[in-house]
């Protein structure tokens, strides 16, 4: 069996482009990444599942330094957005990670 990876299938050795470049410290990942203007965005979950959120208590959180905005599911709705559709998908159908009915 080649050392350079150069058979097909399950269980045989691949040549990999991209070990060198990521051995020598080159490897270039999305946190590198910075633009002109470019935010951050956090996405806040409840620990408990199928929980219902009476209530949402940003000000403290708006008024730290850097935060430009904090949205919530009351936003979510007023700005018409559908549900998030996440994997997996269903055979003719989606899954949806956001029911309507916990965000009012």
Same mark, same amino acid.
């Given at each position: 069996m /080649? /050392?350079?990876?150069t058979g097909?299938?399950i269980?045989?050795?691949v040549?990999r $482009?991209e070990d060198?470049?990521? &051995? $020598?410290?080159?490897g270039?990942y999305v +946190?590198?990444?910075?633009? +002109?203007?470019? #935010?951050h965005?956090?996405v806040?979950? /409840? +620990?408990?599942a199928? =929980?219902r959120?009476?209530?949402i208590?940003? $000000?403290?959180? #708006? =008024?730290?330094p850097?935060?430009? =905005?904090? &949205?919530?599911?009351a936003?979510?709705? #007023?700005?018409g957005?559908? +549900?998030i559709?996440h =994997?997996?998908t269903m055979?003719?159908g989606? #899954? /949806?990670?956001?029911? $309507?009915s916990?965000?009012?």
């Amino acid at each position: 069996m /080649s /050392s350079r990876g150069t058979g097909q299938g399950i269980g045989q050795p691949v040549l990999r $482009k991209e070990d060198l470049r990521l &051995l $020598k410290g080159q490897g270039r990942y999305v +946190p590198d990444i910075t633009l +002109p203007n470019m #935010a951050h965005a956090v996405v806040v979950r /409840s +620990p408990h599942a199928h =929980a219902r959120i009476r209530s949402i208590e940003s $000000k403290d959180a #708006a =008024a730290m330094p850097g935060v430009l =905005a904090i &949205l919530t599911g009351a936003d979510f709705i #007023a700005d018409g957005l559908h +549900p998030i559709a996440h =994997a997996p998908t269903m055979v003719g159908g989606s #899954a /949806s990670c956001t029911s $309507k009915s916990k965000l009012e």
